[in-house]
């Protein structure tokens, strides 16, 4: 493997701020769903990046939009609109519920968009003081202070001093708990149609109906943050449009540039007007290096053929899963929707999720964790068949090597 050595995973603890812990191998290659390490290891990829190379590792439509954009224009910033933004906001136009779209670079100012335009739009149309903000326990929205402090972990958002006021949290798939809180002075609802981070939690159809029904009575907007299940990764190009309730602004980000920075605010007409030039906005967003290469995934996620393959990948992993478990009992519980699943361990093996990744890795595996006690897999929308068996079958190994430790 052609790589430059003379940097290695040990140069991370000297030169990173630490505030991760990355595996023991560094990627160097990929190509769909295998990756290759400095040593040339193979792995098989489940983890996706986090959801976001939903197509795979150097999928030839990404590496040509992205090439003969590089050759074209790269960056112009908002002073000058072009043509990739304005494609792929149309696309997004044509295939949802949004009439509206803003781009910027990550889930997080994604959300901080929808945010701040939620809290605008209250303020504007209703009364200076329609500023509070329903959100979940255990729902993850990006790091910035306003979109940790709309997430419903404290160990995210407390240490960094005072904290954007007026937000509330409440147990998730709770109607009875929103009918508590909800009032006049409620700009928003804020939820994640699948809780990706929290633990692979999807909403319950009931409770969002009643939501909508809630927002609408208060005149509350209800924003759907799609960073983790949107762009085909639960089987259709948003979750929203499994349940049939549409929000008023949703977000998207993660797999939407199929692993280019890239992220997108969508919203209505309504709720659109209550900005202007100047009041919101970003250098990189939006940028047409970005938009290319996001308008090439879009292309190719948003057909039946990638979309229709999600529910039998689905069934396979879950039924390899339950198989794996009547073997060697680690699970508690097997959820979640399309290509976001999670595995919950049972309580002998309480906090040890990043156990198991490790185990994983021993065995050629790259896998997700969502919390302490979730395995999570979110392999690219389009794996191989072969990949997928071969890659349940390196887990089986690595969930056997658990046990037998234990
Ligand atoms: C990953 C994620 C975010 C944050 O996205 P970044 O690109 O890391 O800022 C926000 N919301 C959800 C649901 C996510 O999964």
Known sequence: MDSNTSVNRNTFDNVMLPVYAPATFVPVKGKGSRVWDQQGNEYIDFSSGI????????HPALVK??????????????????????????????????????????????????????????????SPYKTKIIAFNNAFH???LFTVSVGGQAKYSDGFGPKPADIIHIPFNDLDAVKAVIDDHTCAVV??????????????????????????????????DEVQSGMGRTGSLFTYMQYGIVPDILTSAKALGGGFPISAMLTTDEVAQVMEPGVHGTTYGGNPLACAVA????????????????????EYIVTRLEEINQRYHVFTDVRGLGLLIGAE????????AREFLAASVENGLMLLNAGPNVIRFAPSLVIPEDDLQQGMARFEKAVKQMVEVK
């Open 142 to 144: 990006g790091r910035t």
């Open 345 to 352: 361990l049972q309580p002998n093996y309480q906090g040890m």
């Open 51 to 58: 959801a976001v190379t939903a197509l795979g590792h150097c």
């Open 191 to 224: 939820l994640e149609p699948v809780q990706g981070e929290g633990g692979i939690t999807p909403v319950d159809a009931e409770f969002l109906r009643g939501v909508r029904e809630l927002c609408d009575r208060y005149k509350a907007l209800l924003v759907f």
């Open 295 to 314: 308008e090439a995934a879009f292309d190719v996620i948003n057909t039946p053929e990638v979309l229709s393959g999600v529910q039998s990948r689905y």
């Open 65 to 126: 939009a992205l090439n003969t954009q590089g050759e074209m224009i790269w960056h112009t910033s908002n002073l000058f609109t072009n043509e990739p933004a304005l494609r792929l906001a149309q696309k997004l136009i044509d295939s949802t519920f949004a009439d509206r779209v803003f781009f910027a670079n990550s889930g997080a100012e994604a959300n901080e968009a929808a945010f701040k335009l939620a809290r605008r739009y209250a303020i504007t149309r209703h």
